[in-house]
């Protein structure tokens, strides 16, 4: 529809005895935005002074083109507003655009008057400025959903509070109003047909305690008309004999409607049958209506209230940082009493904005951070795929440093402009701690297990070399015994010159030492583990004895630290002499001319550790675990070690769950530790 050029000079306004009066008063005395025109707006017939509130224009340039308004409505909701403009329209809801670019937003309703024929004779409408209840129901809108992030960063729970208001009250004065004596206004919802009593005035009902609904309500009726309801109805409908347990004779009902959805409705109601004026059924509609929003705004106003104790009352009671965040400025318009205690700062330092917060990042952590959430330049934003979690560090003033781990969220209008950011950090310093802790328990596991398997695999290579060696064992064992037999036959026939008895001596002692190596071979397959008793003292220095000749013979001196104390433990005497034994030759061989070979014993509650120390070369670490391997030698090149030595020692230690170990000795060569298990035994 286009804008009328050249309106005709003698088109005037009705005269003020023209307009009905109680229109007038309305349209003068009230806010709302009374007119009368005639059809298809040809020409307007009366419009109220609010005309030039809502659309900063006056009512003479409407009087003089009745088109003239509509440049003023939103291009948006131009053509659905001027559409069959004959047509009556109930509580749409457009926007107003004022010439100097403000814009308010209004609800209308449009009545045509019928002739006799049913042509329309005249429309009257109502416009109502609803740019308050509009701007507090955004408002509430960004509340919620700023209480919706939280809900999604630390699982607090949304609820919508309870309606608590002096609507009673107001029923009270509509009934006065309207002089019918019952008056209940209702919330219906039409996804599952609910109603809820909300007020009511003129009820029969227990002081004090609201009316129980019953089955007698209108409400869904006329939400589902969408228009009013007169009962009685000549032809088709009665009055219910009873509204909420209250005799009633005559009904008018109105929907109460949100942006073309009914939310409710108003109900009045005389207890006899009284004529009812078309006059009063659209006076009821339109209330109903302003009721509704009147009651919305309050709801608006109590949920916006409740909503930010809410989000005060969650963001206090937690250990978090919360911190809402002006997009615009960069400066937070919120910051919960966790902040400063995970900062240890005044969150006064905020006013300026949060770059601040980079000063107090780890310099490790403080190019990464303000990158990642664009803080280095204003304003402050969190691009896509970036809210979070992400980790960092901060520097408190007595320069102790925490972790924290941080979300963001940006929270929208309903336009989808993004207006704040929420943000909500935690403390992990603790919990980065104990995964420290424990990543080192997994890592010391981890070498414990390796430590295990190779343990494993040696023992696996001893368990082959032994059951190698009892088998050669066993098959010299049987000449060796023939030819020792044979010897002692042949001995004293040999011996005729003194010279000859060292010889057949030497070729006895020779025949025993392989006699011992044999033995030892079927000791290495099956170790002798049993538990007997030792007096350790006695035990040792008699295996030193044994040696005492072969080590003057090499030139080595052997010094002893044994404890002076006579002690018997539970370990087999045998056992222990055998381990001093293979440890003290080798020693001795490993040691050159003029060296000292030291033994040295400790008994403990639960245990014996025996050292032997000689002055030889010692041993390469990469060698330490090798040298328990059979024929293995770190000797002078060319010399050949027989028998078994050290790993008959380790076949015994380990078979008596004990350990070996060999280090460097503290004045040169090496030292060799056996500790094996053993307890006090009685005499």
């Known amino acids: 529809m286009t804008k009328h050029q050249g309106a005709a000079p003698h088109v005037r306004p009705l005269a003020a005895d023209q307009v009905p009066a109680a229109l007038r008063i309305l349209g003068e005395k009230t806010g709302f935005l009374l007119w009368v025109a005639a059809p298809n707006l040809e020409r307007v017939l009366f419009t109220s002074p609010a005309y030039e509130r809502i659309w900063g224009q006056s009512r003479d340039s409407i009087y003089a083109n009745p088109m003239s308004f509509a440049d003023a409505i939103h291009p948006d909701d131009r053509e659905r507003i001027l559409r069959d403009f004959n047509e009556p329209m109930n509580g749409e809801v457009f926007r107003v655009v004022r010439p100097d670019d403000t814009m308010s937003w209004v609800r209308g309703w449009r009545f045509p008057l019928h002739d006799e024929r049913g042509t329309v004779r005249q429309l009257v409408g109502i416009i109502e400025d609803i740019t308050e209840q509009i701007t507090a129901l955004d408002d509430l809108a960004h509340r919620n959903r700023t209480l919706v992030a939280l809900h999604e960063i630390t699982g607090a729970t949304l609820g919508r509070q309870p309606f608590a208001s002096l609507v009673h009250e107001i029923a009270a004065h509509v009934a006065a109003a309207v002089g019918f004596p019952i008056v209940v206004t209702e919330r219906y919802d039409d996804a599952d047909g609910t109603v809820v009593l909300e007020a009511a005035a003129g009820l029969d009902a227990r002081a004090g305690a609201p009316p129980e609904p019953t089955n007698d309500s209108l409400a869904p009726v006329v939400a589902h008309r969408g228009e009013p309801l007169v009962l009685p109805e000549r032809g088709r409908h009665a009055a219910p004999a009873t509204l909420y347990g209250s005799r009633v004779g005559t009904v008018v009902a109105a929907p109460q409607m949100d942006g073309g959805r009914p939310v409710g409705a108003l109900t009045i109601a005389h207890p006899d049958v009284v004529p009812v004026q078309p006059t009063l059924v659209a006076f009821v509609a339109t209330l109903a209506n302003h009721l509704a929003a009147v009651l919305e705004r309050r709801r608006t106003e109590d949920a916006l ?292 070979v030291h033994v040295a014993a400790r008994i403990e509650p639960d245990a014996v550790e025996v050292t032997i120390t000689d002055a030889g070369p010692g041993i390469p670490e990469d060698l330490r675990d090798r040298i328990f391997e059979p024929f293995f030698s770190t000797k002078e090149p060319g010399v050949v070690v027989r028998g078994f030595g050290l790993t008959m020692v380790k076949s015994i230690v380990d078979a008596l769950g004990g350990r070996v170990t060999v280090d460097d000795a503290p004045g040169g060569g090496a030292a060799v530790r056996v500790r094996i298990p053993a307890t006090e035994a009685p005499d």
């Open 305 to 596: 209230r409740a909503s930010e104790q809410l989000f005060q009352d969650v963001a206090s009671h937690v250990h978090h940082a919360i911190t809402l965040i002006d997009v615009r400025t960069g400066v937070p318009t919120y910051v919960s009493p966790g902040w400063e205690r995970i900062f240890a700062r005044d969150p006064a330092l905020l006013a300026n904005g949060v770059r601040a917060v980079l000063e107090w990042i780890h310099p490790d952590d403080r190019r990464r951070l303000g990158e990642l959430l664009e803080l280095t330049d204003p304003p402050p934003t969190l691009p896509p795929g970036t809210d979070g979690p992400f980790e960092f560090r901060i520097l408190r003033p007595d320069g102790s440093v925490r972790w924290l781990r941080a979300l963001g969220k940006h929270i929208r209008n309903a336009r989808g402009e993004a207006t704040h950011v929420l943000g909500f950090a935690e403390d992990v310093t603790v919990e980065k701690q104990r995964l420290s802790e424990l990543e080192d328990a997994v890592a010391r596991a981890t070498a414990r297990v390796r430590e295990l398997e190779r343990h494993q695999a040696e023992l696996d290579r001893m368990a082959m070399a032994g059951r190698m060696a009892a088998r050669i064992a066993h098959e010299i064992n049987n000449p060796l015994a023939s030819i020792k037999n044979a010897f002692f036959l042949l001995r004293d026939a040999l011996v005729t010159t003194p010279e000859r008895r060292e010889w057949t001596d030497r070729i006895d002692r020779e025949i025993d030492r392989i006699a011992r190596i044999v033995r030892q071979m079927y000791e290495l397959y099956r170790p002798e583990a049993g538990r007997g008793r030792a007096e350790v003292p006695r035990t040792l220095a008699a295996a030193v004895d044994v040696f005492a000749s072969a080590a003057r013979e090499r030139g080595v001196r052997i010094t002893t630290d044994l404890p002076v104390a006579r002690h018997v433990v539970s370990v087999a005497d045998s056992l222990l002499r055998e381990l001093v034994s293979g440890v003290l030759q080798n020693a001795i061989e490993a040691s050159p001319p003029n060296g000292t």
